[in-house]
């Protein structure tokens, strides 16, 4: 353990003595740190009750099996680990109120379920090292609380847009796809977690009080300012990017063997068309590549003219060798496509 060889040095002044700063770059070095603690020298650490994890019998499936109405759209395995956390930055009005609005939620999200967010590489490894450390169960917490309510803001955009339509006479222009897809995949996050976690009876409740609260004042919200929910989602799924990262980064390091060596739930392996061995870490990749991609679409409509004629272009696509937005990660835009690098 690189402390315990060099207990007096501060742990980045380390690593840019011993090379491994300019070799990697901050997730590697991350990975490297941790993976120098053992989970057996790890005090044991305060867990959750707001959840457990499922008995053998709930993790059998029933004999009603749906297809999904959405398929989900093969992801290059290149772009899938290319995925990062990224931040649109801030510009206006609107980005910075739904931006600050997204960091309250997500310092009562982190508080609930006993997340602690490193404000440094010495902070991470802190935090690793102490009993607040993230064990499967608070994992799986977070998770199921996350995607609870991932699912509203895709349906409710896309019943809002629907009712526009058809009170419009006009057609939507391929928007209703995509936030359906988005509220379905979201569900579908949701589903898988819930095969391998249980919240437990108050932390349902919690969960319906949140969830009223949530879909009401997106609704209201939406009716009056479509494009300011599309970036308050668009920060959101900025955090769940985030989230997920980090969790595959305790994994990378061997912090949370349990949650490494899980079996993927069987609707996973069908949802994401998986074959062969399949690990949790495969499939946390593609749950934040599908973030990133809500992250990207959410960003773009914000951007958009939601009450005009604009096409989606994530649906609607021109053709040919164009580089514009696709239903894949090819040429992600991790902040959105702005307005006129659009053909619209
Ligand atoms: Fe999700
Ligand atoms: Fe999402």
Not at 44 to 52: H, V
Not at 281 to 303: G, P, S
Request: aromatic residues 10%; contains cysteine.
């Amino acid at each position: 353990m690189l402390q315990h060889i060099y207990p007096h040095k501060p742990i980045l002044q380390l690593l840019i003595e011993l090379g491994i700063n300019r070799a990697t770059d901050a997730t590697d070095r991350i990975v490297i740190i941790l993976k120098s603690l053992h989970s057996t020298d790890l005090p044991i650490a305060i867990n959750t009750n707001m959840a457990r994890l499922t008995t053998e019998k709930e993790k059998q499936d029933g004999p009603f099996l749906t297809q999904p109405i959405f398929q989900h759209v093969k992801f290059e395995h290149e772009d899938v680990i290319d995925i990062r956390y990224e931040h649109r930055e801030v510009n206006g009005f609107r980005d910075q109120l739904t931006y600050n609005f997204v960091e309250i939620l997500k310092s009562s999200y982190d508080l609930m379920t006993g997340y602690q967010d490193a404000k440094d590489l010495e902070d991470r490894i802190r935090i690793a090292k102490s009993p607040n450390r993230m064990t499967i169960e608070k994992w799986l917490t977070r998770f199921v609380v996350l995607e609870s309510v991932a699912g509203i803001p895709g349906s409710v955009a896309g019943f809002l847009r629907h009712l526009r339509s058809i009170r419009s006479f006009k057609r939507d222009m391929g928007f209703i796809d995509t936030l359906y897809d988005e509220a379905f995949n979201e569900r579908m996050h949701l589903l898988i977690f819930l095969k391998m976690s249980q919240p437990t009876k108050p932390t349902k409740a919690l969960l319906w009080v949140g969830q009223g609260i949530f879909a009401n004042m997106f609704f209201m919200t939406y009716i009056v300012s479509p494009k300011t929910c599309h970036r308050f989602v668009g920060y959101l799924e900025e955090e769940a990017v985030g989230t997920y990262t980090r969790c595959l980064e305790d994994m990378d390091a061997g912090l949370c063997p349990e949650l490494v060596n899980y079996p993927v739930p069987n609707i996973a392996k069908d949802y994401y068309h998986l074959e062969g061995e399949v690990t949790m870490y495969d499939l946390i990749q593609l749950i934040r590549a599908d973030e990133a991609k809500h992250r990207e679409v959410n960003h773009t409509f914000a951007n958009l003219e939601l009450e005009g004629d604009d096409r989606n272009p994530f649906a609607l696509q021109i053709g040919g060798n164009c580089h514009e937005p696709t239903k894949d990660l090819r040429w992600h835009h991790a902040a959105g496509w702005e307005r006129d690098e659009l053909i619209l």
